[in-house]
C-alpha cells in the first residue's frame, strides 16, 4: 500500500542549494518523518543533510543568541543556499571526535557520572567522623575532588637519568643527551654547555654527579654568549677576549624540555618523540583513582566511585537494579532512610538512561572509558542515547552514517532508537549506505547520479519503493536488484600466521591463525574484541618481529592526559617467514594541514612538478621541479605563503577564509604560473579532478599509474589538490589503500584494515573488493575487520569473534569458509552471512 503524501505544509522546502558539488538543487523534505539520503561516495548528500540543512538550522538558532556568547562556539558557517522554509532547530550526531582528551568519558559524555556523583555524595556509606561531601568532590576533573598528587590524570611520571640517557658511554657532543632535540637546537644547547665550562667530549658516565644532575634537572634558564662553530679551546679564549658572540643561547635542562615540550608543542610528533623519555606508573597516592582520599573512602554497595565506574553497564545496571525494587527501603539499616530515599530515587533516573545505552548495543563499555579509545561509531550511539533521554520534541535529528561500526545484530537495536526519536515528534534525518535502513525508511532523498563534478543533483525524493523507477540511481540496483551471490572460487592458504597466547583489553590468551596468501574477514558484534586481535596485537606483534616498530600510520595524539597504551602480550608461533612486509591502512587523515592534499600524500605530484621543470619555460628561467611546490618560498604567492586564503578576524563571529588578494587561491606567484605544460600552469592542474587528469597525463606513465588506481578504486571525483581537511576517513584510507597499490611489490606484504567499507556506497565497495582482491592475486596476503556481510561473504576465511561484547567476548566462536562459518550455531555473525551467501 502506497503510503498518503505528507501535506505541503509538513515539507522543509530547500530552494538553490549550491553548497560544495550540489548543482543549485530545489528539493522538498518532510518532516516528522524518518528520510534517508543515500548516493554514492561523494555524491552531495552530507553537502545537503549537513552543510546545507543543518548549517542554516544552526545559524538561525544562533542569531537569537547573545554576539558575545556567539564568540564561544564553534559555528558551521553560512551555507550557500537561496532559501530553506519550514525548517525546524536541528541537532547533529556526526562521527567527528571534537578534541581528543582521556577526561571526556563515557561517564561524561552521557552526564550519567554527574548522577552518580550525587549517589554518592547523598547515599554514599562515609567512614565515621567524615563529614559530608559535595558532588563535585568526587569528580576528578574538579580541583576539589582531583587527587593532589596526580592531579587528577591518574598517573606519575617520571624522567631519570636512565631515561634521558640511554647509552652514558657516549660524549654529550656524540649526543648522550638523547631527550634533547636534534639538529640546531640541539646543538644550542650543547654549545651553551661549552660556554658554561662543561666538558662535552668525555664520557657521560665519567662526568661529576653534581654536574650530570644540573645537566638534566636544573630548572634554571640561564642565558650564555654561543660561539658556534668554535672549538671549546676556542671559545674559552674569545670569552676571555670578551669576543662579540654569534648571539646569546638560553640553556634547558632535559627534564624541564621533555616535560615542556610534552605539554606545549603543537606537534604530535614532537610530543610523540619526548613521551619516549617518560614513564608513566600509577599514583602511589590515589593508586591510579585520580580522586582524593576522602572521595575514595565513600562507599556505595561496598565500592567507592572509581570501582563502581568502571563496571561493565551491563553489571552497573544489574546492581542499580536491586537499589531501585521495591523492598530496598526495608533492607540496608546501615543507611538512613533519608539515604535509601535518595538512592532508590537516583537509581531509578540512572537506570532508565542505561537501558538505552543497553538497548544500542553499548553494555560492555564501562563508565571510565576514555572516548579516544572508542570507535566513531561507539561514540555516536553514546550521544543518540543521551538525545533519546532528552524528550526533546519538534527538532531535526540529523545524524552521519549512524550504522558504521555496526554489526547487524546491532543494527536493530539502532534502527528501534531512529524510530523512538520519530514517535517523539521529531524529524530524523540520516545519511546512510545500509540497505536495511534505506528500505524501513518514510522517505529516501538520492544523490547523484556520481561523485563530485558528477553529482550534485537530486535523482529521487518520495517513498523508497518508489526509487526502483529511476534508472540513473545507483542506489536503485542495490535496493531493488537481484542482489548476486557470492561464489569466488576459495584461494588455498600457502601458510599460516600463528599467534598464541594473546592478551589485551577483554582478550585473554587467545589463539587464532590467520591464513596467508589469502582474504581474510575478522567478524563479531561490536565491542567483541576484534580490533583488538587485528588493529592491535597483530600489528604490534607481527611489527615487532619484523623490525618496524610502530605499523605505518600517523603518530597518534598525545597529551599526559592519555592514556598509556598497554601492550599486547603474546607471540607469533609461526608463519612469519612468509611476511617480508606488514602495512596497516587505516582511516586515520592523511595529513592535518590543507597543505597536505591527494597529489602531495600519493606522490604523484613529484612527477608533475619534474614535467614542468622539464618544460623549456622553466629552463629558460633556471626553474628547477622545488620551484612548483607552494611550500617552498621561491615558488609560493608570499601573501598566502601557499595556503591561497587568508582568514579574515570578525569580532563576533566566526572567523572566515577569503580568497587570497594577490594570487586569488592559485597559492604560487605570478612568476611560477607563468609556466605552462600542455596549456596548463601549476595551479590549474591542481583543480583537475582525477578523471581529469588521467586524460591530460595519458602519456605520462609515471603519473597515469597512479592516478588509474584512484580512479580504479572510486576516487575518479576528488581533486588533486584537494586539502587532506576535507577528505572523510574513507576516502583517506582508499587514498592509503591507492597508494600501496601503485606501488612496486617488495616482497610478500600483510595489509590489515579495519572496516574499509564504513562510509562506502555498494558500489564503492564492489570496487574496494577488486583492488583488495588484486593485491591478494599479486601473492599477498589481505585481513580485514568488517561488518559488511557482502565483503565478508566474498572472503576466502573469516575469524568470527565473540559470542557477546566486552567480557562476554574475547574468543573464536567459528573460523573456516564463509559457508562454515554462516552454518555455526554459536555465532551471531553466522545467520546475517548466511544471507550473504
Known amino acids: 500500500m502506497t503510503p498518503r503524501p505528507l501535506p505541503p505544509s509538513g515539507f522543509i522546502q530547500v530552494r538553490g542549494a549550491r553548497e560544495h558539488n550540489l548543482k543549485n538543487i530545489d528539493v522538498d523534505i518532510p518532516r516528522d518523518a524518518l528520510v534517508v539520503f543515500t548516493g554514492v561516495s561523494g555524491s552531495g548528500k552530507s553537502s545537503l543533510a549537513f552543510s546545507t540543512l543543518y548549517a542554516e ?117 656524540e649526543r648522550a643527551v638523547a631527550a634533547w632535540p636534534m639538529a640546531w637546537q640541539g646543538q644550542n644547547l650543547r654549545d651553551i654547555l661549552v660556554t658554561l665550562g662543561y666538558d ?43 669576543q662579540e658572540p654569534s648571539y646569546q643561547g638560553t640553556f634547558m635542562g632535559a627534564r624541564r624540555y621533555v616535560l615542556h615540550t610534552f605539554m606545549h608543542s603543537q606537534s604530535a610528533q614532537m610530543r610523540k618523540r619526548v613521551a ?46 536491586k537499589v531501585a525494587a521495591s523492598d530496598y527501603l526495608t533492607q540496608h539499616g546501615e543507611l538512613t532512610v533519608e539515604k535509601r530515599l535518595a538512592a532508590q530515587r537516583i537509581a531509578h533516573e540512572v537506570l532508565d538512561r542505561i537501558e538505552t545505552l543497553l538497548d544500542l548495543g553499548l553494555g560492555y563499555l564501562a563508565l571510565e572509558r576514555s572516548t579516544p579509545t572508542l570507535s566513531s561509531g561507539e561514540l555516536q550511539r553514546l550521544r543518540l542515547a543521551t538525545q533519546l533521554n532528552s524528550q526533546l520534541f519538534g527538532v531535526v535529528y540529523v545524524l552521519d552514517e549512524p550504522s558504521a561500526g555496526l554489526h547487524p545484530a546491532d543494527s536493530e537495536a539502532l534502527f528501534d532508537a531512529l524510530v523512538r526519536l520519530k514517535q517523539a515528534g521529531n524529524s530524523v534525518y540520516v545519511v546512510e549506505h545500509d540497505l536495511d535502513t534505506m528500505r524501513r525508511a518514510d522517505w529516501l532523498v538520492d544523490v547523484g547520479p556520481a561523485a563530485g563534478e558528477n553529482g550534485g543533483n537530486i535523482l529521487y525524493s518520495g517513498p523508497p519503493q518508489g526509487l526502483a523507477q529511476v534508472k540513473a540511481s545507483c542506489t536503485a540496483a542495490y535496493l531493488f536488484g537481484e542482489q548476486t551471490k557470492a561464489s569466488p572460487e576459495r584461494r588455498q592458504a600457502k601458510d599460516w600466521l600463528t599467534l598464541e597466547g594473546v592478551t589485551r583489553n577483554n582478550l585473554a590468551d587467545l589463539s587464532a591463525a590467520f591464513p596467508l596468501g589469502c582474504f581474510t574477514s575478522v567478524t563479531g558484534i561490536s565491542g ?11 600489528l604490534e ?73 622539464a618544460t623549456e619555460q622553466a629552463k629558460a628561467q633556471g626553474f628547477d621541479a622545488g620551484r612548483f611546490s607552494f611550500n617552498v618560498a621561491k615558488g609560493r604567492c608570499p601573501t598566502c605563503e601557499g595556503e591561497g586564503f587568508v582568514s579574515v578576524e570578525l569580532l563576533f563571529m566566526p572567523s572566515v577564509y577569503a580568497p587570497c588578494p594577490t594570487c586569488h587561491g592559485a597559492r604560487y606567484n605570478p612568476e611560477t604560473l607563468s609556466v605552462t605544460w ?24 609515471p603519473v597515469r599509474r597512479c592516478l588509474q588506481v584512484l580512479q580504479d578504486i572510486g576516487l575518479g571525483y576528488l581533486r588533486l589538490g584537494q586539502p587532506a581537511t576535507e577528505l572523510s576517513g574513507g576516502e583517506a584510507q582508499r587514498i592509503k589503500l591507492a597508494t600501496e597499490l601503485q606501488r612496486t611489490a617488495r616482497g610478500a606484504t600483510l595489509y590489515v584494515l579495519d572496516e574499509p567499507t564504513n562510509g562506502l556506497h555498494p558500489q564503492d565497495i564492489d570496487r574496494l573488493l577488486v583492488q583488495l582482491n588484486r593485491l591478494v592475486d599479486s601473492g599477498h596476503s589481505v585481513v580485514v575487520v568488517e561488518h559488511d556481510m557482502r565483503m565478508v561473504a566474498q572472503s576466502d576465511w573469516v575469524i568470527d569473534i565473540g559470542p557477546g561484547a566486552g567480557d562476554a567476548g574475547g574468543k573464536v566462536v567459528a573460523c573456516g569458509t564463509p559457508q562454515h562459518v554462516a552454518r555455526c550455531d554459536g555465532s551471531r555473525t553466522a545467520a546475517f552471512l548466511a544471507k550473504a551467501l
Open 541 to 613: 606483534l607481527v611489527s615487532a618481529h619484523l623490525g618496524q616498530g610502530e605499523p605505518a600510520g600517523d603518530p597518534a595524539e598525545q597529551s599526559l592526559e592519555d592514556e598509556p597504551e598497554q601492550a599486547s602480550s603474546g607471540h607469533v608461533s609461526a608463519g612469519l617467514g612468509s611476511i617480508k612486509r606488514l602495512v596497516q591502512v587505516d582511516q586515520k587523515p592523511i595529513g592535518r594541514t590543507p597543505r597536505s592534499n591527494l597529489a602531495t600524500y600519493t606522490g604523484l605530484f613529484d612527477n608533475v612538478r619534474k614535467l614542468f621543470a
Open 678 to 701: 600542455q596549456g596548463m600552469n601549476i595551479a590549474q592542474v591542481l583543480q583537475l579532478t582525477v578523471d581529469q587528469a588521467l586524460q591530460a597525463f595519458a602519456e605520462q606513465p
Open 276 to 321: 619516549r623519555f617518560m614513564r608513566p606508573s600509577p599514583c602511589p597516592a590515589c593508586g591510579g583513582k585520580r580522586l582524593k582520599r576522602e572521595a575514595l573512602g565513600v562507599t556505595f554497595a561496598g565500592l567507592d566511585i572509581a570501582e563502581l565506574s568502571q563496571l561493565p553497564l551491563q553489571a552497573l545496571a544489574h546492581l542499580l537494579r
Open 57 to 173: 538550522a544552526q545559524r538561525r538558532y544562533f542569531e537569537s543568541v547573545a554576539p558575545y556568547a556567539r564568540r564561544l562556539i564553534d559555528q558551521v558557517g553560512v551555507p550557500d543556499v537561496d532559501a530553506i522554509d519550514g525548517l525546524p532547530p536541528a541537532v547533529a550526531l556526526q562521527q567527528q571526535r571534537g578534541t581528543p582528551s582521556a577526561r571526556s568519558s563515557v561517564g561524561s559524555v552521557t552526564t550519567l557520572s554527574s548522577s552518580l556523583r550525587m549517589l554518592y555524595s547523598r547515599a554514599g556509606q562515609y567512614p565515621a567522623g567524615q563529614p559530608m561531601l559535595y558532588a563535585e568532590d568526587f569528580s576528578a576533573n574538579t580541583p576539589q575532588g582531583a587527587c593532589p598528587e596526580c592531579h587528577g590524570l591518574g598517573r606519575v611520571y617520571e624522567v631519570n637519568e636512565a631515561t634521558l640517557v640511554p647509552d652514558p658511554s657516549l660524549t654529550i657532543r
Open 200 to 242: 662535552v667530549d668525555v664520557p657521560w658516565r665519567d662526568l661529576p654527579q653534581a654536574q650530570r644532575d644540573w645537566i638534566l634537572f636544573t630548572e634554571e634558564t640561564p642565558t650564555a654568549p654561543v660561539y658556534a662553530g668554535l672549538t671549546p679551546a676556542q671559545t674559552r679564549a674569545a670569552l676571555e677576549r670578551k
Open 528 to 538: 567483541s574484541g576484534k580490533s583488538s586481535l587485528v588493529s592491535q596485537a597483530l
